[in-house]
């Protein structure tokens, strides 16, 4: 019987790293601080798992640039075919920004002004959580791990 519950990512890490193969993943191939934290290999295919304590944690990979200051937010500019930076204290485009955002349907921009993006499913497969505190509207798979843990 397990008796220790995680409090933060790294006991998701412990128990991910206890039980990957008997959650069907065959090797754990990299493990990184980044997003995603673990590549596996699932049925001989690459496979990018994110850890999270709390499943809300995903929310924070959507986010690929952020606004920064209240008076700049991220708009798309049609006559650049680029994401740029719009000042709305001056009502004109940020010329001090210097990225170059060019996949317009890969990226939206949120309430507070970021640029995010629409998906992580390119970037991620799944997410191993161990709180379910959220609702994921999202195409990722979800391995809630504590329900796992607890049920063997």
Not at 86 to 113: H, P
């Given at each position: 019987?397990?008796?220790?519950?995680?409090?933060?990512?790294?006991?998701?890490?412990?128990?991910?790293?206890k039980y990957h193969k008997d959650l069907g993943f065959e090797e754990?191939?990299?493990?990184?601080?980044?997003?995603?934290?673990?590549?596996?290999?699932?049925?001989?295919?690459k496979y990018k798992i994110e850890l999270e304590w709390k499943l809300?944690?995903?929310?924070?990979?959507?986010?690929?640039?952020?606004?920064?200051?209240?008076?700049?937010?991220?708009?798309?500019?049609?006559?650049?075919?680029?994401?740029?930076?719009?000042?709305?204290?001056?009502?004109?485009?940020?010329?001090?920004?210097?990225?170059?955002?060019?996949?317009?349907?890969?990226?939206?921009?949120?309430?507070v002004g970021d640029l995010v993006y629409k998906t992580l499913k390119?970037?991620?497969?799944?997410?191993?959580?161990?709180?379910?505190?959220?609702?994921?509207?999202?195409?990722?798979?979800?391995?809630?791990?504590?329900?796992?843990?607890?049920?063997?």
């Amino acid at each position: 019987m397990n008796r220790y519950k995680p409090t933060n990512e790294q006991g998701v890490i412990y128990y991910f790293s206890k039980y990957h193969k008997d959650l069907g993943f065959e090797e754990v191939t990299h493990m990184t601080s980044h997003f995603p934290d673990v590549h596996v290999l699932k049925d001989n295919v690459k496979y990018k798992i994110e850890l999270e304590w709390k499943l809300s944690g995903i929310y924070d990979h959507y986010v690929h640039l952020p606004h920064v200051y209240d008076n700049i937010r991220w708009d798309w500019r049609e006559d650049k075919g680029q994401w740029w930076t719009f000042r709305t204290d001056k009502d004109d485009w940020d010329t001090s920004c210097n990225y170059t955002v060019t996949e317009f349907d890969k990226y939206e921009v949120n309430r507070v002004g970021d640029l995010v993006y629409k998906t992580l499913k390119p970037l991620c497969d799944c997410v191993v959580y161990w709180v379910h505190d959220c609702e994921l509207d999202d195409n990722l798979d979800l391995i809630n791990l504590k329900d796992w843990v607890f049920k063997r």
